[in-house]
């Protein structure tokens, strides 16, 4: 069974810094595009990044440009959401993703193949 497994969420103070890590115990990650997505209370699942199966193209939602970057190690199975100066507003669920491309998960609704199961990121002013 596939399983994406997000680690590194937590409660951090406005203009701080978090790093998400998404784990996968399969080998649908070397085939996929990945990316994370965000849900807060009351709101729809958002896109917030993506980078492709080899690590380029990354691409970001307008809200956060300039303080997320996201980056993949292919060796370790492993995709990363470093966030900086953080707001919040930046406050949810942060779920990983894999898709058959970029453009699958920046289309609403998104066509994902594997979701995680999320990991809070509580940001207080």
């Known amino acids: 069974q596939v399983q994406l497994v997000e680690s590194g969420g937590g409660l951090v103070q406005a203009g701080g810094s978090l790093r998400l890590s998404c784990a996968n115990s399969?080998?649908?990650?070397?085939?996929?595009?990945m990316g994370w997505f965000r849900q807060a209370p009351g709101n729809e699942r958002e896109f917030v990044a993506a980078?492709?199966?080899?690590?380029?193209?990354?691409t970001y939602a307008d809200s956060v440009k300039g303080r997320f970057t996201i980056s993949r190690d292919n060796a370790g199975n492993t995709v990363y959401l470093q966030m900086n100066s953080l707001k919040p507003e930046d406050t949810a669920v942060y779920y990983c993703?894999?898709?058959?491309?970029?453009?699958?998960?920046?289309?609403?609704?998104?066509?994902?193949?594997?979701w995680g199961q999320g990991t809070q990121v509580t940001v207080s002013s």
């Open positions: 993703a894999a898709a058959g491309g970029i453009v699958y998960m920046t289309i609403i609704p998104p066509r994902v193949n594997y």
């Open positions: 399969g080998s649908i990650f070397s085939s996929n595009a």
């Open positions: 980078v492709s199966r080899y690590g380029g193209r990354p």
